[in-house]
């Protein structure tokens, strides 16, 4: 269930300004406003129940790292990265948890993309989705070199 959230908006007043005809428009006080909206959350937080990302594994990704550092730490995640039969179920912790068959794959290079790719695709930071979608679009270009 969506939850309701009502919205006070204080009164404040607005600045003079010229529209771009070139009509001037005088100072003004906008009243106060009351209105309701659906509760979204915290600013850049993913709610439980619509987070789809599962990383496997720890890949040592870090922004602050040079491209080489990131794309040679990724690339090492997949070749420890142990390839799983398509569909098949794991526990961690007390949950279970089910490998998609996107995620299995031989090729390293490949496997190290699209963690990137996944990576920028569920972050939202606009430094690490630049980032990652860099480092993807580099390691998509080895694994076709590699083919």
């Known amino acids: 269930m969506v939850r309701k959230i009502t ?5 404040y007043w607005r600045k003079a300004y010229t529209r771009r005809d070139g009509t001037k428009v005088k ?3 906008v009243p106060k406003t009351t209105y309701k909206m659906v509760d979204k959350g915290a600013p ?3 709610p439980k129940s ?3 990302a599962v990383f496997e594994t720890y890949t040592g990704w870090k922004k602050t790292q040079p491209a080489t550092t990131r794309q040679k730490k990724l690339v090492a995640s997949c070749e420890r990265t142990t390839y799983r039969r398509k569909g098949y179920t794991y526990k961690r912790g007390r949950k279970t948890v089910r490998v998609s ?6 090729d390293r290079y490949l496997c190290a993309a699209r963690k990137a790719q996944q ?3 569920v972050s939202t930071d606009s430094t690490t989705k630049r980032l990652a979608r860099q480092d993807a679009k580099t390691l998509f270009e080895k694994a076709k070199e590699t083919r």
């Open 7 to 11: 919205v006070r908006k204080e009164g």
């Open 27 to 29: 100072r003004a006080w």
């Open 44 to 46: 850049g937080r993913t």
């Open 50 to 52: 619509k987070q789809w």
């Open 101 to 106: 068959p996107a995620t299995i794959h031989s």
């Open 119 to 121: 990576l920028a695709n």
